[in-house]
């Protein structure tokens, strides 16, 4: 926020000299005229209560930090004032009717001054047991004043205000001006706006008090430093105004992104229904259609190992073995269906995995995979980094045995710099690895997982070159497998 700069200060200014100068003349031209007009002066000070507890009430609300004890410094003043200004506005005229606004001022010079001494020196007005004081005190003060009006000092002596009436306003005078002046440097320093509108508060507040030391009651100038006070009031009016449009704004503005996120919600939920609609169809389809196909294919193949029999061991075993393996197959997909996909719990079941998958598909294939797996750098793998890591070893087998025409194939686990390295590479026929994303679904699935994993992966290739896939997890050993 930008600092004030001094024009900012010119209207106080000038509202302070023109207020002097006025009630000065008031008393000069019109030292006798009087002009009693209780519902009216009840109404100015009525006006003033509410818009005192107003302000009390936005302040007790406002604040973090140092600014919630300067706040609430401010709202005590403005508390207490407000509270005793509604009972002098039904007070009769007398003793209990000018001690209730002497004593108003004085609180709300109080609070002022209290907002302007450090945080470590105001800490006091956060705590319940000086609001619940100060609020009791001054219903107390004002009942009394209703009840028994007359039982207070003497207030007025041969028409004029007695020193026992002038003492409490002219010490709220200096009270409110002392603190006007630091809010005006709060201001200048931090820009900050409140600071700027307590300044100028303080300041009309102190100039009505300084004017009621030389007026009298129901004079000219008494009813001048009433409007010079009912200005400041307005000017809390106002305040509380904009507050409350702000208030109403941010409102709206909550409304309108509370719409915005539940007709989010509403396309999410519909997206998720959705998914799971097409979750429930593929389960179907993977049910009905894929597993009842593999399964009468392994019907198929039981049938043949019966009828071989015993003529060719070797091919019966074959065929068992192939029978088993697309049982596990079944299982498998089983598994998906019911969102029941496997994790690897350990690590030498992570290599039992490895090893079943390398034997499984070197069955009846012209080339075969050598594995050489280091056991610590199968522990440092974690459960879900294990599971990716053998859809990748089978991935890149598969794409080997199906595409790459190799004789023979390496795989590997091991450590290397802070990461676990698989590697899978064979002596195939190679591609360019330029050709990359045009190649089939396979490859682009083991760079997606590795990607998933936070995990490099480097495919190296060349025509007749072979391939080699390495991808490089970095572990920590929270993560490891137990």
């Not at 019109?30 to 006006?47: D, F, M, T, Y």
């Not at 001048?224 to 000017?235: E, G, N, S």
């Not at 060719?312 to 029978?323: C, D, M």
């Not at 598994?335 to 070197?362: C, K, N, Q, T, W």
Request: proline share 4%.
């Amino acid at each position: 926020m930008t600092r004030r700069d001094t024009r900012d200060y010119a209207l106080p200014v000038l509202i302070a000299a023109t207020a002097l100068l006025a009630s000065s003349v008031l008393y000069t031209v019109w030292p006798e005229w009087r002009g009693r007009n209780e519902p009216l002066h009840s109404a100015i000070e009525a006006l003033g209560a509410l818009a005192s507890v107003g302000m009390a009430r936005v302040l007790f609300q406002r604040g973090e930090g140092p600014q919630r004890t300067k706040f609430q410094a401010l709202a005590l003043g403005f508390l207490s004032m407000g509270l005793l200004q509604a009972f002098h506005a039904v007070s009769p005229m007398g003793n209990g009717f000018i001690l209730t606004r002497g004593v108003a001022s004085l609180m709300g010079g109080l609070g002022f001054v209290a907002a302007c001494l450090p945080e470590t020196d105001r800490r006091w007005v956060a705590q319940k047991a000086v609001f619940w004081s100060i609020a009791a005190g001054s219903i107390l003060l004002g009942v009394a004043s209703l009840v028994f009006p007359e039982s207070f000092p003497e207030m007025l002596r041969n028409g004029e205000f007695s020193p026992t009436a002038v003492a409490p306003k002219a010490l709220a005078s200096l009270l409110f001006f002392g603190a006007s002046i630091r809010f005006f440097v709060a201001s200048r320093r931090s820009g900050v706006p409140d600071d700027y509108l307590f300044a100028c508060l303080s300041l009309l507040f102190a100039l009505a008090e300084l004017m009621f030391n030389y007026s009298r009651a129901w004079d000219s100038v008494w009813w001048f430093w009433h409007l010079v006070i009912l200005t400041a009031y307005l000017w809390v009016l106002a305040y509380l105004s904009h507050d409350y449009l702000q208030t109403i704004s941010t409102l709206r503005l909550a409304l309108m992104h509370t719409k915005r996120a539940e007709a989010a919600l509403r396309v999410s939920e519909q997206e998720l229904r959705d998914a799971l609609e097409d979750r429930e169809r593929i389960a179907r389809d993977l049910h009905d259609g894929i597993i009842q196909s593999i399964y009468a294919i392994g019907l198929s193949l039981n049938a043949c190992r019966r009828v071989i029999g015993g003529q060719s061991p070797p091919a019966v075993q074959q065929l068992s073995e192939a029978i088993d393996d697309l049982n596990v197959v079944i299982r498998d997909v089983r598994r998906y269906i019911g969102g029941l996909e496997h994790r690897v719990s350990s690590p030498e079941e992570f290599i039992d995995s490895l090893d079943a998958i390398v034997r499984m598909m070197g069955r009846d294939q012209a080339q075969g995979f050598k594995l050489t797996v280091d056991a610590e750098a199968a522990r440092r793998l974690n459960s879900v980094q294990a599971q990716h890591l053998l859809y990748i070893a089978k991935e890149a087998m598969s794409n080997s045995m199906r595409h790459a025409q190799a004789k023979n194939g390496t795989i590997s686990l091991k450590l290397h710099n802070s990461h676990v390295r698989l590697r899978v590479e064979d002596n195939g026929i190679g591609f360019n690895p330029s050709a990359l994303p045009h190649q089939g679904q396979g490859m682009r699935n083991i760079v997606k997982r590795s990607q998933k994993l936070g995990a490099g992966c480097e495919i190296i290739s060349a025509p007749g070159k072979g391939t080699q896939v390495i991808v490089d997890i970095p572990v920590e050993d929270k993560d490891a497998l137990p």
